[in-house]
């Protein structure tokens, strides 16, 4: 009796201590929290934080991860109320292009998050949150968009006249990382990072270990736009000197190190037709006088408000003319550094003094340039919209706390 009862208690502490360990975790499965009457669990943070750590998130991660989800929640109301509604083709297609924007098939991409834990059900609402509402931008803010001026155009065009391209000459290393042994890849490029001082040598460690397709060109990648490099990249890169290796960088379960082989800057260009331009002759006054004339002309808002302006002096000294840039001769240089309805002084070689005003330079660009840049300008007053948009959605959303 006393043996059956001995084997009865302990059975009875086991039972207890598995009862108490049980209510002392948080149930996954319950709500955390709801996002205008709509429920978040537990466990949906849960999947969030580990997908944003296979990113290669820090920080703060689970106060990210409720944020995303909160946002998400107000992506998908928001789509719902205006009636907008996703296929499965549309979001398996977007969920391709996600994966191949990591350089994986979609499948390869769902056998990493599901060994990190994350579950393709989970990806697949991300995707969709996500693509409900860039079509929600789409719909509703598109049509206010479609016509955008041509000075908006010509605009932009010139910024791209006057600004340069940065270039940079890289080759790369790519290591995968072992789930089984996630600090094996860490050591690995961070050794490579201290250790490798030349190209060859650099070259002749990532035929043997780089994971990347340019392997088999020791690590090249060529010369690149650093524009068009991936923001996770961009900075180190910028950090790191012609004949230098870069600090590794995480993307997802791969480390990236690169050598950095030059660095070189090209201008870009736009041609012009003609140069539309008005000239004021000031000889005869002095230093201070034509100092005070050109702080008084650079209120003219147009090269109309500078005519008026000119009308106080002799007609002849004021000219307006529209001539093809290889004809402006010594005014070519200084109108060279003028924006539109800009004024500066000029003194040619014969002594004489100018107050010159660029009116307008009259561009020739292919259209296909000019669509693109189009195209460019109507995407970013869709994204300002729409995150103007969403911040509105935010502030009014009613988040409780479970």
Known sequence: MTTRLFTFII????????????????NLFATAFTVNGAAVSNYEIDQKVRYLRFLGEGGNIKSKAEEELIQE???IQETERVGIDLTPKQIHTA?????????????????????????????????????????????????????????DVDEKLLLEY????NL????????????????????????????????????????NYSASSTRNEGGAVGWLNI???????????????????????????????FFVLGKRTESSSVDFVSIDYATLKVDGFGADQVSSLQATANRSQNCEDFSEF???????NFARQTVERADLGAFADPLSELDNNEVTRVELDDGSNYLVMLCKRNLVVDEEVRER???????????????????????AAIVRRK
């Not at 490029?189 to 035929?207: G, K, N, V």
């Open 227 to 257: 524009d068009n490099v991936s923001s996770s990249f961009r900075n180190v890169i910028n950090r790191t000197s012609s004949g230098r290796v870069s600090e590794p960088v995480r993307v997802d379960n791969l480390y990236y190190v």
């Open 168 to 207: 940079v000459n890289l080759l790369e290393i790519v290591i995968v990382i072992d789930e089984n042994n996630p600090d094996q890849a860490e050591q690995i490029a961070q050794e490579i990072y201290r250790s490798i001082r030349t190209p060859e040598d650099f070259s002749l460690t990532a035929r």
């Open 11 to 26: 059975l009875l502490l086991v039972f207890v201590a598995k009862l108490n360990f049980a209510y002392g975790q948080p």
């Open 310 to 316: 000119s009308a106080q002096f002799n007609a002849e």
């Open 73 to 75: 929640k107000l992506y």
């Open 95 to 151: 969920a391709t292009d996600f994966a191949e924007s990591r350089n994986n098939s979609l499948n390869g991409f769902l056998n990493q998050l599901g060994r990190s834990g994350v579950n393709k059900e989970s990806f697949f609402g991300y995707i969709e949150a996500q693509l409900a509402w860039t079509e929600f931008a789409r719909s509703v803010f598109g049509p206010t968009i479609r016509d955008l001026p041509v000075p």
């Open 373 to 395: 840049i189009l195209n460019n300008l109507r995407n970013r007053k869709l994204d300002d919209m729409s995150r103007n948009h969403y911040s509105k959605l935010r502030a």
């Open 162 to 165: 006057r600004t340069t391209t």
